[in-house]
């Protein structure tokens, strides 16, 4: 299954009609497939123009692969794969696990899909804005040309499916739980209930600068329920293996363009993490060929051949020098984000808690996450520049809060960083790629519509400017 996503592209009109494949496939197969396709979205074309624009990697001056990216004109080319992985895989298998799901009385496989689904057409709306929701996964009903649903709908609906994924988790002893087929949790309900509450709160807290009230009122239906967020030690991802077919997708990307090095370290990031002596600077990168963990300039691509530049460590799965980048897992959401997400609604006023607490949880839980002591972290955080600002504004609590978690996703969810800064505008010290094409304060806000939706969807509503925001980007 693992080689399915790294070897193959399908395109949105693509409705697995394979006639040399099984025309009955059980949910216990298609779990699996459906988790193993939005984990691919996730750790391949997302982590990659996630890493870039959220800078926390850069183009090699070596290669060439995403220099369009780094002077912002990507081709809508560049947006087919993700698309047709996200809709044609992912969201259709878990559409049907949800008919199956529900006709078999199998509700537990039916909380893991909607949950799932709710995960997914949320990656689809945040990096692209309005795109088919309501009319998507039909064309057994005959629709070829979904609509494209506003950001506004389309979050009411993501909010209602990740309810009722909630909502369908049967934890009574006799309750059929996936198992192994179950890549992400390995069927513990007990922990998909926590990343369904902790995906609403994801997004509610997106829609912060948009809709304040509809977001404070979202978390305080969380708290009024007592829902439970993923916690220490509590990760969704998929482990990777080292054999061919199996490995992490950017690793597997990497090697399928001949093993060309593309990712080097942005200096945004190292020097960030150099400057406040942070231990992490040696589990996002390996050191240059100097030694040391030195950053390039965003988007100088055009540097000498041979600059001294760190290469993401192979703890991202980036580092095609690196077999040991094969095996890096892809992380859908972590106990780190979860933290951080509850210590800005209790900074914000929305949920009860002590922010302070739970921005040094989030801290330490990244500190743990890959092998430093926790009193590392408490030493990190001591410091006058990192230390909660208790006496701070809001406005001041949210920005220590959202540099934080970025440099925590450093290489690890680098799309959701990505997608944090584009909400809250922090951290403030990102920098215009140096061969920026659209000119002084203008930067990527969103991604091209694909090119087989150009082309063969008869609802298209026309291209939007790559610096054009989405709905809830109004900073």
Known sequence: MLATFTSCKKDFLDVNDNP??????????????????????????LQIYGGIWGQFWTQNPASSQYKTFENYSPSSDDFDFLWSILYSDALKDLKTIIDKGTAQGLPNYVACAKILQAYAFQLATDNFGDVPFSQALQEENGILSPRYDSQHDIYQGIMALAKAGIAAIDQSANAIVPADDDLLLAGDMSVWKKFGNTLLLRIYLRMSEVDPV???????ELEANSAEFLGAGEEV????????????????????LQNVQNEVASATAVDYLNNNADLRVDAFYSPASNGNQVGIPQGDYTLPAGTPVSL?????????????????????????ESFFLQSEAVARGWLTGDAQALY???ITENFESYGFADTDAQTYFAQAAIAYPVAGTVPQKVEAIITQKWIAMCGNQNDEAWNEWRRTGYPTFFTISVNSILGPGR????????????TRNANFPGQHAIDDRVWWDVN
């Open 20 to 45: 040399n494949a099984p025309v009955d496939v059980s949910v216990k197969e298609l779990l699996p497939s459906a988790e193993l396709a939005v984990a691919h979205a996730v750790g391949n074309e």
């Open 214 to 220: 509809e977001a404070a009122a979202g978390i305080a």
């Open 237 to 256: 991802r998929i482990n990777y293996l080292s054999a061919g077919g199996n490995t992490n997708p950017v690793y597997s990307s990497i090697i399928a």
């Open 312 to 336: 993401p460590s192979p703890l991202t799965g980036a580092n095609g020098t690196d077999v040991a980048s094969q095996t890096a897992p892809v992380k859908l959401m972590t106990g780190y």
């Open 360 to 362: 040094e949880a989030g």
């Open 443 to 454: 930067m990527p806000a969103r991604f091209f519509y694909p090119s087989i939706e150009v």
